[in-house]
């Protein structure tokens, strides 16, 4: 893997560049398309490349459940099985760590500001992960029996996999953390780093991809002084690319706080990816302060659930099933060049997702990820103009 | 409408035509996609242009429930509103009131038998339908409040839906009504033909389609005699095309006598369509028998529940969730053109249907259709050479 910065923007952190990989070029700042179980859900890999995603992230976590590592191996890899020839990356099951562990006891996901004030208390379950130094026994959501991943195990089963950029396995911890527990977590998942170098270096030749790249994870929390030393000790391991996970605080302000704590620290030529997020604004703002990549469920998430990103909106998105749609002949979005937006109202597809209609589901997730991608295509651009990055300047209604 | 009749067989009662409707021409023998609620379930209307689907057909009972005949009409018909400007029929809802009456009284679908013998008694539910003289009291499947279907109303809604070829209201009866409630149906199927008629007449210009053709329903279960009687009593009515409806027995066997007693009594240059039969065995037999168009659900709904169609395999069928695929690196078909084909192995379909992957339903439903569309081409075909019409010419694995 290679990654070559093109243009930087003199007025913040934010760059275009280009990383290339055995299976293709990104050109970034690029939006990651979630798919978990080898696809993008919904979507076909021909729907893909008509709307111009550039990069998958599958999740060896699911993965090694169904249909297991060793079978995507003896198929070609990834690549060849899912039918998608350009980049991949893997996510190691680290956050499944996180959230079926300490995410379900406390109640909380990513960023806890993600639920409602209002909203119900999530049910609180026993906890399905035990973490130790060697690693984490996780429960199978198929049938309930304890899985081990360690370092080393991940990296093997990523080998197998073959994605072009793989991740490796880290604790993530909940704003409801103290913080003593966030620096032995990070603590552990720097110790969990260093071998997973080692097993990546012992492991060259398995699988079917020999040109893998693995990144570095920060850790650290919202606490800045574990933050700075997470990315200096990681950023440190020779890692060719990062990737910052972890609870980004409670806030918005707390996860820009932590992205300018850690970047700084991290060597500047290589790339960046932020872990799990995925707004319009959340995305802006980070590209500022230096991310170039990001994987995020919510664009595909949202779609399935009624909710479609457009310009035309305040707040940049609609819920398709509210009556003000019912008669709406318009597109999506006016000046969407996306397969749905070419043939459908939104009229159709308010009555496609009040029948929850199968057709419903793929021309939302379309939409939905066709929009990061222009989204991700204006940032670029203006930043190589030296313009404005902010969402109105870069989605004039 | 026009229909042309371009090659008859001389050995049997197959025919190749060309149906021309306001919204394009349909080559014959035809599948008419299913679109219930005005979208083929999974698909686009771009998917349906690729595979080369000629035209759909909507369901009246549906559509008036949701969005509502007023409503389609106001978005400018079913063409606009759906995005497939092709040819549309829409269904009556007469097999409505069948399926939530004596289908549910008797426990049977529209052949006994495609209930294997084995299976255990379907619930024989409380009836939710009444029909008298004056038409049938329907009970709505979204909130159970009694909807009147009249010949007069059904067509009024059929006007503001505007589809190219539409069906006038009919009671089908079933395999287990007796001689006597059969025959007493069929008059009534045929004072309610006069009245669609008529109410057709009267509401020229209404809706937003002014070249849609009625045509008519021939029931009569069967019955030698009661069959022949509907086919020479509704083909004299001066409608331009024919559907045959209601119980074709109990067999295969059955079916092909009852499509040998009717189709001789029909107006031999129109066409005819045959409701709700689609196997592959069971088209190729009816072609035979003179039938022009089909119209089933079964590729489509087969499709989702995970039987896929292949030349390739026993009974032109794979169940795509057995084990023996989870390796199996061959497309579905293997001289198949589909999208699904060109990109898939059956190892993927099988991980994206055990997995419930949304992505499966539109590849398996894409698959299927353009099974149906290559058979119905390869029909055409081997009537215009004067070869064999069997399945396994048509389909050497």
């Not at 991700?376 to 030296?386: E, F, L, N, T, V």
Request: glycine share 10%; proline share 6%; charged share 25%.
């Amino acid at each position: 893997m290679e990654f070559h910065i093109e243009t930087r923007d003199p007025r913040s952190e934010a760059r275009v560049g280009v990383l290339r990989t055995a299976h293709g070029a990104v050109e970034t700042p690029a939006f990651v398309a979630v798919a978990t179980r080898a696809t993008v859900k919904a979507l076909s890999v021909d729907d893909l490349r008509d709307i111009g995603v550039q990069i998958l992230i599958g999740n060896t976590y699911h993965l090694i459940l169904r249909p297991g590592a060793e079978l995507v191996a003896e198929l070609g890899g990834l690549h060849r099985f899912s039918g998608w020839d350009g980049p991949w990356m893997t996510d190691s099951g680290g956050f499944q760590v996180f959230s079926l562990g300490a995410g379900m006891e406390h109640g909380v996901g990513k960023i806890a500001p993600i639920f409602p004030e209002d909203a119900p208390p999530r049910p609180k379950g026993e906890s399905l992960v035990r973490v130790e130094e060697g690693g984490a026994w996780v429960r199978s959501l198929l049938d309930g029996s304890w899985i081990r991943f360690t370092p080393e195990g991940v990296i093997r089963w990523e080998r197998l996999l073959g994605a072009d950029i793989i991740l490796p396995l880290d604790e993530c911890t909940s704003p409801f953390h103290d913080r003593d527990y966030t620096a032995r977590a990070m603590e552990r998942t720097h110790r969990w780093a260093e071998r997973a170098l080692a097993a990546f270096e012992k492991t060259r030749g398995l699988g079917p991809n020999p040109d893998q790249a693995l990144y570095g994870i920060v850790q650290g929390g919202a606490y800045e002084d574990l933050r700075r030393r997470s990315a200096r000790v990681i950023g440190g391991m020779g890692f060719p690319g990062f990737a910052i996970g972890g609870s980004l605080g409670r806030s918005k302000e707390d996860m820009y706080r932590v992205l300018e704590w850690t970047i700084p620290e991290l060597p500047p030529e290589r790339p960046r990816h932020l872990l799990g997020i995925g707004t319009v604004e959340d995305i802006v703002e980070a590209v500022a302060r230096g991310i170039d990549t990001f994987d995020c469920a919510a664009p595909t998430r949202m779609a399935r659930n009624g909710t479609l990103l457009s310009a035309d909106e305040e707040g940049f998105r609609l819920h398709i099933k509210a009556a003000r749609f019912r008669r709406d002949e318009r597109p999506i979005e006016g000046d969407c060049d996306c397969p749905t937006c070419r043939r459908y109202t939104r009229a159709f597809l308010h009555h496609l997702f009040r029948c929850g209609e199968l057709s419903y589901f793929r021309l939302a997730t379309l939409h939905n990820l066709r929009f990061m991608v222009r989204l991700m295509s204006r940032i670029r651009s203006a930043i190589r103009a030296g313009r404005t990055l902010t969402p109105d300047a870069l989605l004039p209604g």
